[in-house]
C-alpha cells in the first residue's frame, strides 16, 4: 500500500540572504500554485506553515474567497485545488495533525539545495513512498532554507535538484512541482521510445 503524502510549505524558522533567522511572507502565489501542484499530484493535505496571526489570517482570507466565496463559483477547480490548503502555526501542528488522521506520526523528508548527512535519493525516496504505508510529511523552505538545526531533526534531507548550470536558487513553486513529479508522477523513464 503506498504511503499518503503531505506537503508543508515552511515560514519559519527560515534563513534570510543574510543568514539571520526569520519568517518569511506568505505569498499568493504560492498558495494557489503549490495547491494545483499537489491536487494533480493526490496530496492528502497542504499545510502553510506560519507562527505570525497576521500572515495566517491573510492566508484564510485568500482561502475564504476561494473556498465559500464568489472565486470558488466563478472557478471551481480553484476551489477544489484549494480544498486541501490548511494553515497551521508550526511543523509540530502539521505532524499532529497527520498522526490523529492516520493513527502514526509521519516520515518527515525536507528539501534543499545542500547535501546532509541524512540526504535520500528521489528513487529511495519515491520506492519508500510507493511501497510503505507510513505517512510522508515533505516539507518546503522558503526564503535561504530551513534553520539548520531544525533540519537535523528530520528524518531525511531530499537531494537537491541540479540545473544545467552553477546557479541554484529555484523558486519553491518550481521546486515543489519538479520534486512531486520525480517522488509521484508516470514513471516516464520506465517507458519504450515513442512512450509505449
Keep these: 500500500m503506498a504511503a499518503r503524502v503531505y506537503i508543508g510549505l515552511v515560514h519559519y524558522p527560515i534563513y534570510n540572504k543574510n543568514g539571520a533567522t526569520v ?3 506568505i505569498t499568493n502565489f504560492d498558495i494557489h500554485d503549490i495547491a494545483r501542484t499537489a491536487r ?18 491573510l492566508a484564510r482570507e485568500v482561502l475564504a474567497y476561494w473556498r465559500e466565496g464568489y472565486g470558488g463559483e466563478y472557478n471551481p477547480d480553484r476551489r477544489e485545488a484549494l480544498s486541501i490548503l490548511a494553515v497551521v502555526p508550526d511543523i509540530a501542528a502539521a505532524v499532529a495533525a497527520i498522526a490523529a488522521e492516520c493513527g502514526q506520526a509521519p516520515v518527515i523528508v ?6 546532509f548527512p541524512n540526504t535520500i535519493t528521489y528513487a529511495a525516496l519515491r520506492e519508500r513512498i510507493a511501497g510503505d504505508a507510513a505517512p510522508c510529511l515533505l516539507l518546503f523552505g522558503t526564503g535561504w532554507g530551513i534553520d539548520k538545526q531544525v533540519m537535523a531533526s528530520f ?12 546557479y541554484n536558487h529555484l523558486p519553491v513553486r518550481a521546486a515543489a512541482a519538479i520534486i512531486l513529479d520525480r517522488l509521484l508522477g508516470d514513471a516516464w523513464w520506465h517507458k519504450g521510445a515513442g512512450g509505449e
Excluded: K, M, N
Aim: charged share 25%; hydrophobic share 35%.
Design 23 to 25: 519568517a518569511t511572507a
Design 40 to 57: 494533480t499530484y493526490d496530496i492528502a493535505r497542504y499545510f502553510v506553515i506560519h507562527p505570525h496571526d497576521s500572515q495566517a489570517a
Design 110 to 115: 525536507t528539501t534543499d539545495a545542500r547535501r
Design 155 to 166: 528524518d531525511h534531507i531530499l537531494e537537491p535538484i541540479w540545473g544545467r548550470g552553477e
